[in-house]
Nanobody, 125 residues
Framework: QVQLVESGGGLVQAGGSLRLSCAHSGGTFSYYAMGWFRQAPGKEREFVAVISWSGGGTDYADSVKGRFTIFRDNAKNTVYLQMSSLKPEDTAVYYC??????????????????WGQGTQVTVSS
């Protein structure tokens, strides 16, 4: 059974940076595209970024493009989300998720089979 564990969340001032990590176990990491989603209080969960199984393809939500970078290390079974120029509106619980590689770089939640428990990111103004 695939398990995903996020880490790296915390409290940061606006304009600051954080790096989230998501460790994958219980399966073959390179079989999966990996995505990051987030859910702010009172809002629906939304797509943030995704990376293909090889790392050769990525996609970002418009709201984070140019500020966030997703990358993966298949040797360490880990996907990362480097977040820079953080804004208060980036405050949310961030989730990583795994989708079968044949689905490319999906944005839709229903394309993902496995989810982590989430890590809180709070950006103060």
């Amino acid at each position: 059974q695939v398990q995903l564990v996020e880490s790296g969340g915390g409290l940061v001032q606006a304009g600051g940076s954080l790096r989230l990590s998501c460790a994958h176990s219980g399966g073959t990491f390179s079989y999966y595209a990996m995505g990051w989603f987030r859910q702010a209080p009172g809002k629906e969960r939304e797509f943030v970024a995704v990376i293909s199984w090889s790392g050769g393809g990525t996609d970002y939500a418009d709201s984070v493009k140019g500020r966030f970078t997703i990358f993966r290390d298949n040797a360490k079974n880990t996907v990362y989300l480097q977040m820079s120029s953080l804004k208060p509106e980036d405050t949310a619980v961030y989730y990583c998720a795994a989708a079968p590689s044949r689905r490319g770089v999906p944005r839709g939640e229903l394309q993902y089979n496995y989810w982590g428990q989430g890590t809180q990111v709070t950006v103060s103004s």
